[in-house]
């Protein structure tokens, strides 16, 4: 089973990806929080992509392919995936459906949010260095609560660079909205809705 995770950046994605493949008993490909943990790490790919995260721009798509693929293949033992952030162009969403045999990609699950909200969800979150997983600045704990990591604001998610995410989303992912509809593969949520509620509709979608 293959499900790809599509949104603009502070749709919640990562928190629904986790909740999605622990629930199917499939694993979480992240593409973000594999190129933070390259970054972490200093490997070549870290250092190539820290200049083009740094500004909020999309990483090239000949290294973030190369990236996901290698992931793909060494989960292919697993019952399948949740994809979370990836494809994010037209070229990516290309090579992976030239990467894959069989029916393909099961579903693609949009999770819609309009601008505004996302600009206030992004400007006011801090991450789990360890686990990545994200708070609100003003309802965090002081580490951590899943693993006592320590909360951090990414570079990313300064306003200068939150307003260039939201717009390169807008011009070179959202096109996928139309590539997946036009598929039949497309089903959108309602992504401004509380957290549970975005599960409950996506757990449904799924099941659907
Ligand atoms: P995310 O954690 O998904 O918000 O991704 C953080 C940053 O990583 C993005 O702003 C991009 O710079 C980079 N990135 C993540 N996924 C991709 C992708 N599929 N293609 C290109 N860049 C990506």
Redesign the pocket.
Known sequence: MLIVLLGP?GAGKGTQAKTLAETLNVVHI????L?RDHQARGTDLGLQARS??EK????PDDL?IRMILDRMSEESGRQGAVLD?????LT?AEALEASLEGPGIDQVLYIAVPADELVRRLGGRVICRSCQRPYQQDSAPERCADCGGELYQRD?DRPEAVQN?IQVYEAQTFPLVEHYRSQGKLKELDGAQAIEAVTRDLLAAVAA
């Open positions: 950046p992240a593409s973000g929080d190129l083009y995260m909020g721009e999309l990483v973030v952030g990836f494809p994010r162009t990516q990313d995410r």
